[in-house]
């Protein structure tokens, strides 16, 4: 099956939760990036890559030349892990790569990938859209699965679905111009919301989100987590050397009083936010949230930060929204510099027979 051939398809975005056949990640750090940055956010990834590679296979994409040498010598020693030469220069694979879903017909499932367009977080002059980021469009020749084109432009750490229907994003993201330019932002709504029915989506929740957040405008994966028994899970800030996003309060009340595609009410838990004290770089671009996560078969694995208290918390919030998972917090600062957790270095595919 190739691109075009699914008419009427019958598409299911699974929850980050159900079985995994593999988790797809990157051995990519782009030339913006200096050498000693470079080098700290390898140490980063491989932390990230060996604790994954414990519970389900990793496929590791690594550009030809040196990349690819350096990542076939780091993990020979590791089965689990499956260096795949690709054309990425990048490692933020959770926008990058598409998103997995599962597609119905006649009784038989089958993995397809859903390509967002991505255009390199709005395509800002800061960071225009190079080839790298084009891996949606090579998901048939890199990934072996089909390829399902939207027609409007998001990324993966935008969309927060729960695998029944219901999806959650932020309107500082996916309506802003710089990836949806229709003319007004109703239009943007209504044509998104359309479009996702697509892929299974019967609800979405609009969240304002972050408008001042200068990469991804206001990703959903910085401050929103989907869990089981319709359970949402979301960062405060609580502390007195900062301050919340603008928009935040509102968003958390706004999910506690919406209902999901089966006529519940959201159980919204707080889960507080690393002071600021303890963020290690520059606060204003620092991915400093506990919700970024990687749920793998079987654990749910995130980042730490040195904040004792808050890190704890944390840690019984995910065991306790995720019961059964071993629950593993990383130092990945270097990553957390950049903007991103482990959530944005990860791209999971979800098995076809689950």
Not at 69 to 89: G, M, T, Y
Not at 134 to 157: D, H, N, Y
Not at 166 to 195: H, W
């Amino acid at each position: 099956m190739v691109q075009g051939t699914i008419r009427k398809p019958s598409i299911r975005i699974p929850a980050e939760w159900e079985p995994h056949e593999c988790c797809w990640m990157a051995w990519a750090v782009h030339s913006e990036w200096d050498a000693r940055d470079a080098t700290r956010i390898k140490r980063d990834l491989t932390k990230v890559v060996h604790t994954i590679a414990r519970f389900e296979p990793v496929r590791l994409l690594a550009p030809c030349g040196r990349a690819l040498h350096e990542a076939r010598k780091l993990f020979s020693d590791c089965s689990n892990v499956d260096v795949i030469k690709a054309p990425v220069d990048d490692f933020w694979m959770r926008d990058i790569m598409p998103t997995f879903a599962v597609h119905t017909s006649g009784g038989r499932r089958q993995v397809v990938a859903i390509d967002w367009n991505f255009n390199g977080w709005g395509g800002t002059p800061d960071r225009p859209g190079r080839p790298g980021d084009q891996l949606g469009k090579a998901a048939t020749s890199i990934c072996g699965v089909p390829r399902v084109e939207a027609s409007f432009v998001a990324e993966g750490g935008a969309l927060a679905f729960d695998g029944r229907g219901t999806l959650i994003t932020t309107r500082s993201c996916l309506l802003n111009p710089n990836r949806n330019p229709l003319p007004e932002a109703t239009d943007r709504q209504e044509a998104i919301a359309s479009e996702l029915k697509r892929f299974g989506i019967d609800k979405v929740i609009w969240l304002e989100g972050d408008t001042c957040e200068p990469i991804t405008s206001g990703h959903i994966d910085g401050y929103v987590l989907c869990a089981p028994k319709d359970e949402v899970l979301v960062e405060a800030i609580d502390d007195p050397d900062g301050e919340p996003p603008f928009w935040r309060e509102h968003d958390i009340r706004l999910l506690g009083q919406t209902k999901n595609t089966r006529g519940r009410y959201l159980k919204v838990t707080r889960v507080a936010a690393p002071r600021k004290r303890f963020v290690n770089g520059d606060s204003n671009t620092f991915a400093a949230t506990y919700l970024n996560v990687y749920i793998a078969n079987g654990a749910v694995i995130g980042p730490l930060f040195g904040d004792t208290d808050r890190d704890e918390l944390a840690c019984k919030a995910l065991a306790k929204a995720f019961p059964g998972r071993e629950v593993i917090l990383l130092r990945i600062d270097a990553i957390a510099a950049g903007g991103g957790g482990v959530h944005c270095i990860t791209q999971s595919m979800p098995s076809s027979g689950g």
